[in-house]
């Protein structure tokens, strides 16, 4: 019998289906793998924004994920919105528990990436300043990728770093993704679509290999922006659960999100900031 690549991700709810759990299924579907999910938090939202949250009880999480690994199990796991302080640390120590037990069954690698979700599209406050912290110190370091925005990093950096001062971008962004891989011991994926610039690097900052890689992209003027970096972490985790090295993962999940928001620019859903196209092989 054949078996999937699968990735669990762990994350909050969208109502509106463009971003949380209901992207990264769709993300991860399109690229080639099954996808599981435990959710984190229920949000009352849409293409306006984030009218409510809900998060979810910390047992209930943490059975979700149990129940997923302990028969499913994965190659991956990606990690979004993660609502207070208690689940933070719940989820940190199932990733922890879930490596041992793969160590002690000589399996191979479960690659975790990170997420770090703190802010929405629309300017809503998504996670407690608590469980920021717990981020840092919990959680983070057990990832193999980080995939920040620019207000992001300038969090995890702890102010150390303005990214609206930045003046030459690719330097300032390499800067920033070297000195968030030496602070937390990940890889990191700082992304760029913060600048006001035509043409958008993202930049790659491999842990391993200790090299910055340049992803660059020309900015799609469009409004369905919603749900982008939810559908770019899963689409990496995805590729990495194909075994794929962390470049070429991320080069592949880079391609694969340019494409679905150059194909879904087209579309209109809802009365603000739309989805990206997941499934863009099937647009017309």
Known sequence: MQTYKRVLTIAGSDSGGGAGIQADIKAISACGCYAASAITAVTVQNTLGVHNVMPVPTDIVRQQIEAVLDDIGADAI?????????VVCAVADELCRYTKERTQRGEGLCHYVVDPVMVSTSGHRLIEE??????????????????????????????????????????????????????????????????????????????????????????????????TGCTLSSAIAAYLARDMKMTDAVKSAKAYINQAIIAGAAYEIGHGYGPVAHFYAYTK
Request: some cysteine.
């Open 130 to 227: 608590k469980a920021v912290q717990a981020l840092k110190e919990e959680l983070i370091p057990l990832a193999h990728l980080i995939t920040p925005n620019l207000p992001e990093a300038e969090v995890l950096l702890q102010g150390t770093w303005q990214w609206d001062k930045v003046k030459d971008s690719k330097m300032a962004l390499k800067e920033a993704a070297q000195a968030l891989s030496e602070q937390y011991g990940v890889s990191v994926l700082l992304k760029a679509g913060h600048v006001e610039e035509e043409q958008l690097t993202d930049i790659l900052f491999d842990h391993e290999t200790c090299r910055a890689v340049e992803l660059p992209a020309r900015r799609v003027e469009t409004r369905n922006t919603h749900g």
């Open 78 to 86: 990606k990690i979004g919105m993660l609502h207070n302080e208690e």
